[in-house]
């Protein structure tokens, strides 16, 4: 009975928070549709993620017989890789911007030496790092094929998907409508933003490089014990086996699970919106 009563309440919580959060008006920003995130979730490297995630859950269900208890194991085998991992996303943001910085660099120095923007787009096209590299060389295949520039550096700022690519575009693109002479001095400016950028993030990195491995500690000691309990000290575990025991089991895991996102969004740097993304096109006359 106390377990229907616990069941009950989280429902009626869960209730007065949709209804909460309908009444407040959220812009939702563009993105893939429902059918191209389910794609993305079974495909690549996410799909052996969730195989593995869907293997862990079904050995603790076999060992334990604990629903709860597999539905957690599952949601950490997936997430695992994110929460434990090296801070992968942040140094590929890191590299994106510094070729983003190299190649706007590049378009300066050869602005100063020719004088049309798609000539210079071709000359260091080739010259592009990695991350941007195939996204640069489209640019220049783009052009030399006859595109428009306008629509080629909006199919570009849309690969790159990235704000400080889209302030090299946006400048480009203006600069080609408006036909003004300083562009060179722009691409320099922003430059050397992006680099300045570059720094102040790896200052962040290695300020929370300490609250990260922290994190980890963290969420390492309570799988370790969690594990170590039900292996050395199963009697202690007994109260779980019943349905009462399974709600409490998952109220707990519940708030480990958002205990755990928060400490993982504390130690990441928020990318800024991409304000330009949208920018109508300019017509060049």
């Excluded at 920003?29 to 495909?43: E, F, K, M, Q």
Aim: aromatic share 4%; with cysteine.
């Amino acid at each position: 009975m106390v377990g229907v009563s616990v069941l009950c309440g989280l429902l009626v919580g869960l209730g007065v928070w949709l209804v909460a959060t309908g009444v407040r008006r959220v812009e939702r920003p563009d993105g893939p549709d429902t059918a191209s995130r389910l794609r993305n979730l079974v495909t690549g490297r996410n799909g052996y993620r969730l195989a593995a995630a869907v293997a862990v859950g079904a050995v603790v269900a076999a060992v334990t017989r604990w629903p709860v208890a597999a539905l957690l194991a599952a949601v950490f085998a997936y997430a695992a890789p994110s929460m434990l991992g090296g801070g992968r996303a942040e140094t590929a943001s890191l590299a994106k911007l510094e070729a983003i910085a190299s190649w706007t660099e590049a378009l300066r120095g050869s602005l100063r030496s020719y004088a049309g923007i798609e000539q210079a787009i071709r000359d260091t096209a080739d010259l592009t790092k990695p991350p941007v590299h195939a996204q640069a060389t489209g640019l220049a295949a783009a052009l030399a094929a006859g595109v428009r520039l306008p629509v080629a550096l909006t199919s570009f700022k849309a690969d790159v998907d990235h704000h400080s690519a889209d302030l090299v575009a946006t400048a480009l693109r203006k600069a080609a409508g408006s036909h003004t002479g300083n562009l060179a001095a722009q691409l320099g400016w922003l430059a050397h933003a992006v680099r300045e950028r570059v720094a102040a993030m790896q200052r962040v990195e290695t300020e929370r490089t300490e609250a990260k491995t922290s994190a980890r500690l963290v969420i390492l000691i309570v799988v370790v014990v969690g594990v170590g309990l039900y292996v050395f000290n199963r009697p202690l575990l007994e109260p779980f086996d019943s349905p009462a025991g399974q709600v409490v089991l998952l109220l707990v895991g519940g708030i480990w699970t958002l205990a755990t996102v928060w400490l993982q969004r504390l130690t990441r740097i928020p990318e800024p919106a991409r304000v330009l993304k949208d920018e109508p096109e300019t017509r060049t006359p």
